[in-house]
């Protein structure tokens, strides 16, 4: 862009402004443009599998990044996630083996996914860059490798003879953790397919996927059979929404917007100088959380490495997805308000709510504070909103 100076019959200098056409052009391109990095599907309800806000990256940054094996597109071919990359395509394999008896070959596995194509790449935030052959095969490949490992742990006679994801130990564990990273995610409806394409006939009366999955996480989480049973028929958009839905109490009402502000409570010291008391609650869920007659009851949480990672991921899906209700959000948000120093965790300990295999008191506290950090939900409207206000009364009028 540039001027042309011309002389007027005063001797003033007008000057003409030029645009330059090659950084027009350049604009016009720009705006032309499909984002990449956030891309327009990424406001849609589908979406539902993004990359971690910086801001939730900068505070618990390695609890969202796979450790030993990738999912789906984001970490897909990082050096350190290559040795359980050739074990995919062997479990791959010994599904097929045992598909072959039924007349199915793996040309059937990518066909029922094809039509799926667009649909689960929409389910991204960012724009995908595989060609289509390549999308089909990731999505055929690390669903079947998740698919075969629910299967075999959920009937150990699948597994051959000293496979080392069964006789090294600490492999699984990392499953648990990298299997629940929200940048480590299939849509769930790719992998409902899958299942059924997949199914032997002796399958046709067993337990569904979402029963599958959620006794896998069980040995980590270990909650009672009838409570996994319960959840038999429900539905996740992808593997860590269905745990994260399985503890959301069902048929709770969520409160309608009032004209009372709700509070933030204050922190376990504070309130039991004014005589409230914390007891450890009997709910089948720890985000069941009660108050009457000045007394909060809460259910026992585990804080250890599966849970600290599983939570954390579980706030980022929540702030990411608009959709999604903020349970997990609101509990972080509620502990963080108990918890100010390593006193108040040792309190919680005593108490039998928080049971901490994490580290010290100081650890667990600085890992609840930042759990409640840069996080955003409308209080007046969360689940826990009555019992925020009423322990607030409770404790203004102590």
Known sequence: MGTNSVEGEANHIVSIWEINKDYLDSMHEKISQTPKLLSKAAGKRACCIFRVPKNLMDINGKSYQPQIVSIGPYHRGESHLQMIEEHKWRYLG??????????????????????????????????????????????????????????????????????????????????????????????????????????????????????????????????????????????????????????IPPHQELPKRGNIPTHIIHCVSKLRRSGICLNPGKEDSFLVVKFHHGVIEMPTITIDDFMTSFLVNCVAFEQCHSSSS?????????????????????????????????????????FINNLGKDVAFDIDLCYLSKLFNDVHDHYQNS
């Open 326 to 366: 903020k349970h997990l959000t609101t509990y972080a948000t509620f502990l963080d308000s108990l918890v100010n120093t390593a006193k108040d965790v040792e309190y919680l300990s005593d108490c039998n709510i928080i049971e901490n295999f994490f580290g010290t008191e100081a650890e667990v506290a600085r």
């Open 94 to 247: 010994s599904l097929l083996s045992r598909n072959k008896t039924i007349g199915l070959t793996l040309e059937d596995y990518l066909k029922s996914i094809q039509p799926l194509e667009k649909e689960a790449r929409e389910c991204y935030s960012e724009t995908i860059h595989l060609s289509p052959d390549e999308f089909l095969e990731m999505m055929v490949v690390d669903g079947c490798f998740l698919l075969e490992l629910f299967r075999k742990v959920n009937n150990p006679k699948l597994f051959e003879p000293d496979d080392p994801i069964v006789t090294m130990a600490w492999i699984i564990a990392f499953f648990y953790r990298d299997f629940l990273r929200l940048e480590n995610q299939i849509p769930f409806f790719v992998l409902e397919r899958l299942f059924e394409v997949t199914k032997m006939p002796n399958e046709e009366s067993g337990p569904s996927l979402s029963l599958l999955a959620l006794r896998f996480f069980n040995n980590i989480i270990q909650r009672r059979e009838d409570i996994i049973e319960s959840h038999k028929d429900l539905k996740g958009l992808h593997l860590l929404d269905l745990v994260r839905s399985s503890f």
